[in-house]
């Protein structure tokens, strides 16, 4: 499938800041579930600063912008032919063990009911069969729910909520794979939801689970299924703030406000 996608970040300031220094996850990788055919990642008054690839292969790039500014827009422009791997990651380039993917974090702390949560693997044959079993139990536990949770909100509170978005299903489940052994990470990118092919916000997170004799297999608990064409992966880390596509600071003492939009839209050409 091809896929265009259109995403603008607009930061605003309630008074004009010194500088802002930002680092970008936001160019995907080439791998055999997608190609990249065109990208351009644009930052108003930004100047473009060193890049590398990570250990997990993510492109990471940096970017400044000099003040006094009020106002910064980041705007990502790309097209990418997508094809459907089952969830299987393959052909992607990287260098870090996925024992590194076992570690908790503050988001991922297995608190609360988590532990009772992840014991939806025992009597699995195998890991894959643990890692199926997981997912669904993480789809069932907490109901997509928009705007009941928040940036910092935990696995274990969404987990005691019932309810929240992408990044709390995602959450929840590396915190309930990695208490059964299971190496789990954060993904984000984003995802064609509209099976018409019409524009819409589409910013998305799943969870990459590492299978013996496969690698890395997707799983996203929010839509009961594992990637497949309608999916762009852009990064991964422990968590959400890891794994976020920007990441930065301003020197100001002021408010920030954050507005973002995504459109992903299906095309012939």
């Not at 993510?58 to 094809?83: C, L, M, N, Y």
């Amino acid at each position: 499938m091809l896929l265009l996608i259109d995403h603008v970040t607009l930061y605003r300031y309630d008074s004009p800041v010194r500088g802002v220094v930002q680092s970008h996850r936001l160019t995907p990788s080439g791998c055999e579930g997608q190609k990249v055919l065109e990208w351009e990642v644009s930052v108003s008054g930004g100047v473009k600063g060193g890049g590398f690839r990570d250990g997990a292969g993510d492109w990471v790039q940096g970017w400044s912008v000099k003040g006094p500014v009020s106002e910064i827009a980041v705007h990502v422009r790309g097209r990418v032919q997508t094809a459907d791997m089952a969830g299987v990651l393959k052909g992607h380039r990287e260098i870090v063990a996925p024992e590194v993917y076992l570690a908790e974090t503050a988001a991922t702390e297995l608190a609360g009911g988590l532990a009772v949560l992840a014991q939806a693997a025992e009597g699995a044959d195998n890991r894959l069969a643990a890692a199926h079993a997981l997912s669904r139990a993480v789809s069932e536990a907490i109901e997509y729910k928009p705007g009941t949770t928040h940036a910092r909100t935990t696995a274990a509170e969404a987990l005691e909520l019932g309810v929240g978005v992408c990044q709390d299903h995602t959450h929840v489940l590396c915190a309930i794979a990695r208490a059964n052994g299971i190496p789990a990470r954060y993904v984000s990118g984003y995802l064609l939801a509209d099976a018409d092919g019409e524009a819409h916000e589409a910013a998305h997170a799943w969870a990459e689970l590492h299978i013996p004799g496969l690698g890395w297999v997707g799983f996203d608990p929010a839509n009961e299924c594992c990637p497949d064409d309608r999916y762009v992966r852009l990064g991964s880390g422990l968590d959400s703030r890891e794994a976020a596509p920007i990441r930065g600071s301003a020197r100001s003492n002021g408010a920030e406000s954050l507005n973002v939009t995504v459109a992903v839209l299906a095309t012939q050409q």
